[in-house]
């Protein structure tokens, strides 16, 4: 399938075609597959989970595609590695009940826990805030880095990292509550 072919077919399937959605399925799952085999470091039963869950998050969200930003494969491996981390944030998470549930006993909150918390957080927001506050906290660029980097005025960089950080809030009180 060349790149003319494959943008046809994603604009069939962003207009609902099952057809053009086959073809999308057949020929990007080898390689989506064995990216999560790799991402599950070979756990086959978590790989066949994570590429399924990709196809249904891409079909739910393939209007959201923009081919400007990256290859379909590119957002597909994208929403692979995000939805690894929920799932392992979420296996983490079990575990650590399962565990303080068998003790019963309270023993102090370590680093890892908040920062796993963090990382879950960020990944169920949408790319554009995950971009802004990964670029502004985890790589440490400034506002005229940011700005420069994305295209776009420092004015709206503070906006978007401004509605980043409120949408950063609500999801992870979300989840301490869940907890």
């Not at 790989?47 to 990256?70: G, N, S």
């Not at 554009?128 to 700005?147: C, D, N, P, T, W």
């Not at 990292?161 to 869940?178: C, K, P």
Request: charged residues 30%; positive net charge.
């Amino acid at each position: 399938m060349n790149v003319d072919s494959e943008t046809f077919t994603i604009h069939a399937a962003k207009k609902g075609s099952e057809q053009a959605w086959r073809e999308l399925f057949e020929r990007h799952f080898d390689a989506v597959y064995q990216f999560c085999i790799a991402l599950a470091y070979g756990r086959h039963d978590l790989a066949e989970e994570l590429a399924q869950q990709v196809f249904v998050t891409a079909a739910r969200r393939i209007r959201r595609f923009d081919p400007d930003q990256a290859t379909f494969r590119a957002w597909l491996f994208g929403i692979a590695k995000n939805r690894h981390m929920v799932i392992r944030a979420g296996e983490q998470r079990r575990k650590r009940h399962e565990d303080s549930s068998a003790k019963r006993d309270s023993e102090p909150v370590t680093q890892a826990e908040p920062d796993l918390l963090v990382h879950e957080a960020l990944a169920r927001l949408p790319r554009h805030y995950r971009v802004v506050l990964e670029a502004k906290y985890i790589r440490g660029l400034s506002m005229k880095e940011i700005a420069a980097d994305r295209g776009a005025s420092i004015e709206a960089i503070e906006s978007q990292l401004r509605r980043a950080r409120a949408g950063f809030a609500r999801v992870y009180e979300q989840m301490r509550t869940l907890e």
